[in-house]
């Protein structure tokens, strides 16, 4: 089958970019698998984390891709969850134990990273990680709500947020437009307020129904009671630490850090930034209840996925603009369309 793979020590330098087209053996399920050919596969920024380093892959060379949408063509001798022909989707997570805090064990496996995702023909996973995909969404505009949207949907609930106190967003890619539509349906009454550095998000921001945009160090109209950070970089967090309410939370949803700016936390003052019982809350990978919530109530909104579609022969282009910023909406392969 045809499979973008990436091989340890491949980067962005490389000739072509990181990932190679290959053709490598299609999977066979296990008892409680099913095996999915793979119509589309949404591009995240994980992606980038898992090429630069900063969350290697457990198994080389891989297969990345973890917002899989796909048709159930096989399964294993136990799996009875889905008929044949279903379409489903596939997020981070892949396979963990099953608890509440699966997204925290030491069993969590994450789809394109411990195991083969979803830039391929085709890729197995436990059926009980497989989620039927809402009529409402075609396959393409499906893809980012299972990690964008489902994460994103994870950060919200984090946020401990009541109806009518203002929510900020910094950072406005792939999540962040879909948490800011999620948002004016969960909590009507709340005012909604977007950081973002490029003017393109911002407008975009306010065309989705944001109540105010501005840039990443600007003062909103009133003080967030909790900000969802999705950014890869370090400014952002000491800018929303700074406008936040007393009490509030900010929640960062992003599995790991750049380095770039780093040096910028020196600047941290404790009376401005941390004081009045200000509260920092990481977002850990996702669970199976987060995407099996989520799908549902998207469908319900419903929420409007702006999205940029690839063949699969071209996903170290979609890397590279992912890379560069400024990106509306989010990216996807098409892979089986």
């Known amino acids: 089958m045809r499979a973008m793979i990436l091989e340890k020590g491949r980067g962005f330098e490389d000739p072509g970019g990181p990932l190679t087209l290959a053709d490598i053996e299609r999977p066979e399920p296990a008892a409680d698998e099913v095996l999915l050919e793979v119509r589309v596969c949404g591009v995240c920024h994980t992606e980038l984390d898992e090429i630069e380093g900063r969350t290697p892959p457990s198994i080389d060379p891989v297969v990345l891709g973890h917002e899989v949408v796909g048709v159930v063509v096989e399964r294993g001798s136990e799996a009875t969850m889905h008929e044949i022909g279903s379409r489903v989707g596939v997020g981070w997570i892949h396979h963990s134990d099953g608890s509440d805090a699966e997204n925290l064990s030491s069993e969590f496996h994450a789809t394109g990273r411990d195991i083969h995702g979803g830039y391929a023909e085709f890729m197995t996973v436990p059926e009980r990680y497989a989620y039927p995909i809402p009529d409402e969404f075609s396959d393409e505009k499906a893809a980012p709500l299972l990690c964008a949207g489902g994460i994103g949907y994870r950060a919200l609930r984090l946020c401990d947020l009541r109806d009518g106190e203002p929510l900020g967003l910094t950072g406005f890619g792939g999540s962040g437009h879909l948490v800011l539509q ?16 490029s003017p393109e998000e911002r407008d975009f921001a306010i065309e989705l129904g944001a109540d105010w945009a501005g840039d990443t160090d600007e003062a909103p109209p009133a003080a967030p009671a909790a900000i969802i950070d999705t950014t890869p970089a370090w400014r952002p967090v000491i800018a929303a630490l700074e406008v936040l309410a007393p009490g509030g939370r900010l929640v960062i949803n992003a599995i790991r850090k750049e380095d770039g700016d780093k040096g910028l936390l020196a600047g941290i003052r404790y ?45 170290n282009q979609a890397l590279r603009e992912l890379k560069a910023g400024g990106v509306r909406g989010a990216k996807v392969l098409s892979v089986n369309q």
């Open 182 to 197: 999620l948002a004016k349906h969960q909590y009507p009454s709340s005012p909604v307020f977007v950081f973002a550095r």
């Open 271 to 315: 009376e401005d930034h941390l004081w009045y019982e200000k509260e920092i809350k990481s977002v850990a990978n996702i669970t199976a209840r987060d995407i099996a919530e989520f799908l549902p109530i998207a469908a319900s909104i419903p929420i409007e996925v702006e999205t940029t579609l690839y063949p699969l022969e071209a996903a």
